[in-house]
């Protein structure tokens, strides 16, 4: 199995899991009130699907920030962890913030790639990086030295309570299959912006 | 009248350049986050805000990254701002209308205007062009700062409003106020350097 301690996880041999079963393992795993930030899409979809949480935010527009947004949390709030969850195709339209976070080396954040090869909400087309790019290999040029395919579900696990105990910033991508997300993230960004930040501790009524 | 170039070249030693006033204005307003794609007018600026320790101030790779840094950390707790050319600022309408605008973000942004008063570049000039037309179809506050003696007045009062209305800032510092970027062999900047040490003046 590659979950073996023993074992590293390549873009080859690395299983193809689903984004929904990830984000409901990622969750379970948190237990600090955990900041999660949903990239555009499916992984913020899934994210709402996965059970609705206060320190929950979601992207609706701006593809391809769910990193930085979630670096921004991580600046401003030093003492708690920030996950972006980021799918592939918005990974390439800001690969640039690798190199920005790997230069600041926050340790509170940790960036999931969710790798399909694919922008599986527009029509399942492949992205330009499709079979030709390998995502863990582009985190540690751009400097990230805590980056990993996540082997399987046990493996992916494993990375996340890693990633959470000896602290980052730690980049994990999946290989993931072609689902759609599960359900859809009731949209109001005002909503969502004030819920988070009650969720973080900023705000303390609505 | 104003005439803005008459204020720059007979500005008096005891007030601080324009640069100065803009990082004692963030700091004043607890505003101590600043996220950059540089321009060579802004290099005193960037100067400075590495060199104060009250503030976390670095480069991004791109002007949208460096917007959705200071809007998650607002939403944290922490106030930021952006600073950019008038170039960085034609790759930013996305962020603006999918981020900053809908989820009420103010964000604070300082954009170095290129592109007129002696623009040597037509990509600069026409990009120019577009900026505040995309503010206004989005209805987002903007100053186009020309004279010194407003600078702190406005910068103050917006980023304060800002925080208030839950409302993005968009400052144009035109060349009026700090010179400019003119051809290259002419060396740039025509502004002297600060003739006081400011940090000393305001503190930590």
């Known amino acids: 199995m590659p979950s073996a301690a023993s074992a590293v996880a390549t873009y080859d041999n690395a299983k193809v899991l689903n984004r929904f079963e990830l984000t409901k393992r990622l969750i379970a795993r948190l237990k600090s009130e955990e900041a999660v930030i949903g990239g555009i899409g499916n992984t913020n979809f899934d994210l709402w699907s996965a059970g609705h949480r206060p320190q929950n935010f979601y992207m609706l527009g701006s593809m391809g920030l769910a990193i930085p947004i979630a670096f921004g949390v991580a600046l401003a709030q030093s003492q708690r962890h920030v996950i972006a969850l980021e799918g592939d195709g918005s990974l390439l339209m800001q690969l640039g913030c690798l190199v920005t976070i790997a230069a600041q080396q926050p340790k509170n954040l940790t960036m999931v790639i969710m790798d399909n090869g694919l922008y599986q909400i527009t029509g399942r087309q492949p992205t330009p990086a499709a079979g030709t790019a390998d995502y863990v290999a582009l985190a540690r040029a751009a400097g990230l030295s805590k980056c990993a395919w996540a082997g399987d579900e046990e493996d992916f696990d494993r990375l996340i309570d890693a990633a959470l105990a000896d602290g980052g910033p730690t980049f994990i991508a999946a290989r993931i299959d072609d689902n759609p997300g599960v359900g859809t993230t009731d949209r109001d960004p005002v909503q969502i912006r004030q819920r988070f930040m009650m969720g973080l501790g900023v705000r303390t009524k609505v | ?204």
């Open chain 2, 1 to 204: 009248m104003h005439v803005g170039s008459i204020v720059l070249e007979t500005a008096k030693p005891a007030i601080a350049p324009w640069y100065e006033i803009v990082q004692h204005t963030l700091k004043h307003n607890d505003v101590r986050l600043v996220t950059y794609v540089p321009d060579k007018v802004f290099i005193p600026l960037i100067e400075n805000l590495h060199a104060d320790p009250d503030f976390l101030t670095f480069a991004t790779a791109r002007e949208e990254e460096a917007l959705g840094i200071v809007a998650g950390a607002w939403m944290g707790g922490r106030r930021g701002a952006v600073l950019m050319q008038t170039s960085g600022f034609g790759t930013i309408p996305n962020v603006l209308a999918s981020l900053v605008v809908p989820y009420q973000v103010p964000a604070i942004i300082f954009v170095s205007e290129r592109g007129t008063l002696r623009e040597f570049n037509l990509g600069q000039a026409l990009v120019c062009r577009t900026m505040r037309p995309v503010l206004e179809s989005l209805a987002v506050e903007s100053h186009t700062i020309t004279r010194h003696d407003e600078l702190e007045f406005i910068v103050d009062r917006s980023i304060k409003q800002a925080v208030a209305t839950q409302a993005a800032v968009v400052f144009i510092l035109s060349p009026l106020l700090t010179g400019g970027k003119m051809f290259e062999a002419s060396g740039g900047l025509s502004e002297a350097k600060p003739t006081i040490d400011l940090a000393v003046r305001l503190g930590p």
